[in-house]
């Protein structure tokens, strides 16, 4: 049996150290930044993962002057660094030098995604916001019961010794499931009737805080009807659920400061009001009665001055409504004799006279009127009688009919008494007693020859 030395811890540990930082001397590895914190000294430390494994690594204060934007959760990064051993505690970690910013991690960017479509849905609209009441006497509290956050929330409220009643809904704050457990809890907190809700987690990684940015929670806090205050992680964390609520505290202590009035505070506060209240009431009183005895002094100088000045007032005043009595009574009296006089010279009666003059004469003209037109009428039948007789469309009736040539461009319709005045195949116009007829000359004839023209004509 081969024995093979025995080494310590110490002496193992910093053999693996000299093998990892001799054969990774610089390395590239690229990754998605998770769990990011900035403590005091300034450092960066954060872990590097993918789908399966995680490494620890650190950006010291030096070199982040070299960076072209801080780092945070979620980001894919290439780091370019040196692997070491942290020797205290048997840990292997890359140490950064430099980050190669490429894209953002896909927690990064459904965060984002979602945070933008719940804004454009107008879950963050500052209208909507409730207001938180400025006393509170009962407060529920959504929150693991195991974790840190309702501690430190709960030591606030014992620290301020606030007399208000705080009722803890315990659900799951990460992992599957804790997004229904936290909506859930939303809505059964309605039934306890708080003055404000207040959902608590404590700091972690963006998986960590997942729950809070689930969908389902935002739209619980949306249609919640009570104040609801968030308390989540450490002041650079935000989740969905921070800009849904009507008030973000940046961690469960912030939110328990801004909820729970100290007491004590507000006591010596009461106290120093109502003593400057009775302090500015003592010093206006003081000044009030000065004052009065001032106006009471400088008044009784007046009053021997103002005596005679008064009696005479009083006795002009006495005069004056006398005679103002006096002028009242005489315009009376005149106004009472115009109005006699302005009614025996009305112009009443001779209006009343021209009105029945004038009914007069309008019923004479409306009967010399009608007079005048049943003698016209009579006059119109007379010359309309004369005037059927005399004309020819009684004639026409019996058969006769007026003949005429058709009119021409150079001249107008003519009427036809002889067979000379037209020629053959020439087109003539004949008016009926009713309608008219256009007609052709076929031919000619001339008239026997009358008894006169024929002793004419026998010489």
């Known amino acids: 049996m081969i024995v093979k030395d025995v080494k310590t811890v110490s002496e193992l540990t910093k053999d693996i150290s000299q093998l990892l930082e001799g054969r990774y001397r610089f390395v590239r590895v690229a990754g998605e930044i998770s769990g990011l914190r900035r403590p005091f000294s300034g450092h960066y430390y954060f872990l590097l993962k993918d789908a399966q494994c995680q490494i620890r690594a650190v950006l010291f204060k030096n070199q982040q002057s070299f960076l072209s934007r801080d780092p945070c959760d979620g980001q894919q990064v290439i780091c370019d660094g040196r692997i070491t051993v942290y020797e205290p505690r048997g840990e292997y970690q890359i140490i950064v030098d430099t980050i190669d910013f ?14 933008q479509r719940l804004k454009e849905q107008g879950l963050f609209d500052a209208a909507t916001k409730r207001s938180i009441p400025r006393f509170i006497e009962k407060i529920v509290l959504i929150t693991s019961p195991t974790g840190a956050a309702v501690h430190d929330f709960l030591t606030v409220c014992r620290k301020r010794r606030a007399s208000l009643q705080v009722q803890i809904i315990p659900v799951r704050v990460q992992g599957e499931g804790a997004a229904q457990d936290i909506s859930g809890a939303i809505d059964r907190a309605h039934e306890l009737h708080p003055d404000v809700i207040v959902l608590c987690r404590g700091g972690g990684s963006i998986e960590d805080l997942w729950a809070f940015n689930e969908e389902e929670v935002a739209w619980a806090m949306h249609r919640a009807r009570i104040p609801i205050v968030t308390g989540i992680g450490h002041e650079t964390d935000f989740t969905i659920a921070d800009f849904c609520s009507d008030l973000r505290g940046a961690t469960p202590t912030g939110a328990a400061e801004l909820l729970v009035i100290d007491n004590g505070v507000l006591s010596e506060r009461v106290a120093s009001l109502c003593a400057r209240l009775q302090r500015s009431l003592t ?25 005679q000045p008064t009696l005479r007032l009083d006795r002009a005043a006495s005069r004056l409504i006398e005679n103002m009595s006096r002028r009242l009574e005489r315009a009376r009296q005149r106004t009472d004799e115009l109005t006699g006089r302005l009614r025996h010279n009305s112009p009443i009666h001779a209006i009343d006279a021209y009105q029945s003059r004038v009914s007069r004469l309008r019923e004479m003209v409306t009967i010399c009127g009608r007079q005048t037109i049943d003698k016209k009428r009579h006059q119109l039948q007379r010359a309309a009688a004369v005037l059927d007789s005399l004309s020819p469309l009684a004639t026409m009736a019996r058969g006769y009919s007026i003949v005429s040539t058709m009119p021409t461009r150079n001249h107008d319709s003519r009427l036809i008494t002889d067979e000379q005045q037209v020629t053959v195949e020439e087109h003539i116009a004949i008016t009926l007693h009713r309608g008219r007829l256009e007609a052709r000359v076929t031919a000619t004839h001339p008239s026997p020859a009358s008894p006169k023209a024929a002793l004419d004509t026998g010489d």
């Open 102 to 115: 490429h894209g953002t991690g896909h927690l990064q960017i459904a965060f984002e995604r979602l945070k």
């Open 283 to 307: 010093w206006r009183i003081d000044s009030i009665g000065s004052r009065l005895d001032r106006l009471n002094h400088f008044l009784s100088t007046f009053d021997a001055a103002f005596s």
